[in-house]
């Protein structure tokens, strides 16, 4: 294919990148997970992912690109299976003399948490189960993410204000 004909986003662009890419990164993604189901979720995510930034990725960097897109939705979706095995620990401790109405809304609210979680844009929810979840110090972010301990503060305060708009108080 040309320089001068390297749109992303035209349709028989984008269908010689994902038959040139896929396989490579469907392997890579098994070869991480070792569950063929999620490495094929992982990369169809990473290929819409591609689709709603064609305009902003350079044909020559699609590579690199694709093979980061895919190994962060990999790192996030283990950092929302630790969130979903913490609730299931705390929720098989519960004592059974809890109320149903009781165990029933703190159900909802965690399915209320993990989908406001999983709605907040890449950069502030990898901030925010940095932080809560893996009980990281801003610092400490900043150095792993290779930005500022201000950006990590300010991703925080934009996650924690949708939490609040959401759930109320985190």
């Given amino acids: ?3 001068n004909n390297c749109n992303i986003c ?5 269908e010689l ?3 040139t890419y896929a396989k490579s990164i469907r392997r890579f993604l098994f070869f991480k997970t ?3 189901d999620k490495a094929e979720d992982i990369l169809q995510e990473t290929f819409v992912k591609l689709w709603s930034n064609c305009s902003n990725v350079n044909y020559d960097k699609v590579k690199s690109y694709l093979f980061s897109t895919a190994h962060n939705m990999f790192l ?3 950092k929302h299976q630790k969130v979903k095995d913490n609730y299931t620990k705390q929720f098989n401790k519960i004592d059974n003399n809890e109320s149903p109405e009781f165990i029933l809304l703190e159900k909802e609210f965690m399915e209320k ?3 406001t979680i999983a709605a907040l844009p890449d950069k502030q929810r990898e901030v925010f189960l940095l932080n809560r979840i893996e009980k990281k110090k801003y610092k400490d972010i900043a150095e ?4 500022s301990v201000k950006a990590v ?3 925080m305060h934009l996650a924690l204000v949708v939490m609040r708009e959401k759930i109320g108080n985190v």
């Fill in 1 to 3: 294919m040309s320089k």
């Fill in 10 to 14: 035209l349709s028989k662009t984008f």
């Fill in 17 to 19: 990148i994902y038959n």
């Fill in 34 to 36: 070792q569950d063929a």
């Fill in 76 to 78: 996030n979706d283990i």
């Fill in 113 to 115: 948490l993990e989908a």
């Fill in 144 to 147: 792993q993410l290779n930005i």
């Fill in 153 to 155: 503060e300010k991703r």
